[in-house]
């Protein structure tokens, strides 16, 4: 069993494709970086669990439609898992925490969207569940939102969970450590 974990949250072709939505700020970036951890997640043989946000009718992550699947460029392995959540953090109303528990997991490596939101919310829920919380500072992304630009909500984010004790490092150097973990 593993003791840490990659949680790829909410990087769902609505974010991208402009229909339902503008695409997010800096997708090129956040879906390389998303890319860049899972690689390294499965070289180590750590669990990769990818969690989809499900919404109504219309709405950009509507559940079932073709804006709710993952991106192109994620694609989950076999025995991966795939978590559906209708809430803001990946922990509430799913079985998240259960399927860590029987992992043996105990640290979390997160990436994904939106940062003020889910990204914000599960590493908040994960703290609190007692997990060490690693969050790949430069793969998470968002929307401009009330006057402010994207990096800037992403910058105030990776400070508040980093005051919540949380710890933030570059994709690189999670990747790095991500690869020395063995199962």
């Known amino acids: 069993m593993h003791s ?14 402009g229909v339902r939505c503008p695409p997010v700020d800096s997708p090129e970036r ?4 998303a890319c860049t ?8 043989g750590s669990p990769v ?3 989809q946000h499900c ?13 709710w699947q993952l991106h192109e460029s994620l694609v989950p392995a076999p025995g991966e898992s795939l978590v559906r959540k209708y809430e803001s953090s990946s922990f509430e109303g799913t079985d998240l925490d259960a399927k860590l528990k029987a992992l ?19 590493a908040r829920s994960a703290l609190q569940l ?20 994207a ?5 105030d984010v990776n400070a508040e969970l980093a005051q919540a004790g949380a710890a933030l490092a570059p994709t690189e150097s999670l990747a790095i450590a991500l690869r020395r973990t063995t199962t």
Do not use: K, M
């Open 130 to 149: 007692g997990y060490a919380v690693l969050v790949a500072d430069d793969a998470h992304s968002t929307w401009p939102s009330e006057g402010r630009a």
């Open 55 to 67: 919404e109504g009718t219309d709405l950009p992550f509507e559940e079932g439609s073709e804006h």
């Open 104 to 122: 043996n997991v105990r640290e979390l490596v997160l990436c994904g969207l939106q940062s003020e939101f889910c990204v914000s919310n599960t």
């Open 4 to 17: 840490t974990a990659l949680l790829v949250i909410d990087i769902q072709r609505g974010a991208f494709d």
């Open 49 to 51: 669990v990818f969690v």
């Open 30 to 33: 956040l879906v390389r970086n």
């Open 151 to 155: 990096a800037e909500i992403e910058g």
């Open 37 to 44: 951890l899972i690689e390294a997640a499965r070289q180590s």
